[in-house]
Structure formats: C-alpha cells, structure tokens
C-alpha cells in the first residue's frame, strides 16, 4: 500500500474483534500491530456491583432502586405528600361578588353590618340630619341677636356709662358717667317736683328753679351762681 498520511486513511464503518491499529513496542522500539480483541483483553470490566464480564446493569446497581420507569404525569402522591395535603384546607367553593370568606370559613353578605356600621347610612354631609344631642345643646343657646342689642353683641362698651337708646332704636352709650348717675341713687320722685317744693331764699323771696348742675368745688368757687340753679358739688 502506498505511503499516506493518517488523516487521508478510509474510516473503519464496522470495527471487528480482528480489526488491527499500528502500536508501538517501546521496549523495542519497533512498530508492531494489536487486534480489538487483544486491546479489550489487556482491559476487561473488573466490578459492577460485584458483577464481571459482560454486564446488564440494574437501577439497583446505581444505587436507585426506589425508582421506578414511571412518567412524572402518571406518579402516584407519595405517603409523605398525602399526610402533607391532608392538613390543608379543601376546596372552597366561590361566591359571589357581593359575599365576603368569613372567619368561620362561611361565605356572608358583605353590607355595612358585617363592617360594625349597622348604624351607618349613606346620606352626603350636607343632607345629615343635626343628632338628637347636637339639637339638646343648640336648643340651650342663644338665638340670633336682633333688634336693639345688635350693636353691642360682640365689642366691649365704654367703660362706667350709662346706656341710651340711640336715634336708630340701637342700645348705645350716653355721656353720663356712672358717678354721675349715682346722684341720682335713693331719689324716690321727680327731681324738679322736689326741687320745685324747696325753700326759698331766707329773705322772702321764692327762687324759681328750673335746673341742676353737677360741678367741682373749684368750677363752683369760679362761676357766678345763678338764682334759678341748683348746684351739686361733686
């Protein structure tokens, strides 16, 4: 046979027991040749599970004796899977949308009772009714002012005054002062009447009266009194 490299030989399709390869003879230095037989007799199958030769191996001899060829679709649960399952809850059959899943694993009507609001309508704020307390209070306190206290129901008024009604029938505070009207304190009728039946003067002559003034010592020391005026030194 002509001399061709290795990788241009034709490929073995069947390869035989007497089938050769070139090897070399170190010990010799020689190239000789081997048959398949002789290479599988140099390494034969020592131990499978304590099984020589030629061996049909078992799932036992892997170590998987348990398991068997059965698709994952057609195993059955396992005793540990079922005790596992059978502690969990069963089936729970729907509702409707208008239920709610309660405590004691009973579908119930889902409304405002079931939510502690028994007492709970769906009336706006502003179409709330005032509550049977709310009413009690409102009905201790004052109405709306009208009429003349309008104008002293929410300011302080000038301290020590006595109060008028003004020119629009409104309470309002006059220029007297409360020492001023505390002259007045303990008269039992009509000053001028009274001032009317006084003496008169010590020489005879009736002093015809018509006003009273109220002034300081010193104002009265000042003034030139006069004879139809009674004076009240304050």
Known sequence: ?????????????????????????????????????????????????????????????VGLGNVDNTSDADKPVSSATQTALNSKEGTITAGTTS??????????????????????????????PISTATQTALNGKQATITGAATTIDDADLTA???????????????DVTSTELGYLDGVTSAIQTQVDAKIAKSDGTTYDINALSAVTQAEYDALTPSATTIYFII
């Open 160 to 174: 020590s005054r006595a109060l008028v009604s003004d020119g629009s029938g409104k309470v309002a505070v006059s």
């Open 1 to 61: 046979m002509a001399q061709v490299k290795i990788t241009e030989l034709t490929e073995i399709a069947d390869i035989d027991n007497a089938d050769v390869l070139p090897i070399v003879d170190v010990n010799l230095n020689t190239t000789k040749k081997v048959n398949i037989s002789q290479i599988k007799a140099q390494a034969p199958v020592q131990s499978v599970a304590g099984k020589t030769g030629s061996v049909s191996l078992a799932k036992g001899d």
């Open 99 to 128: 239920q709610y899943y309660r405590g004691d694993k009973t579908f119930q009507t889902l409304n405002k009772a079931a939510v502690g609001l028994g007492n709970v309508d769906n009336t706006s704020d502003a179409d709330k």
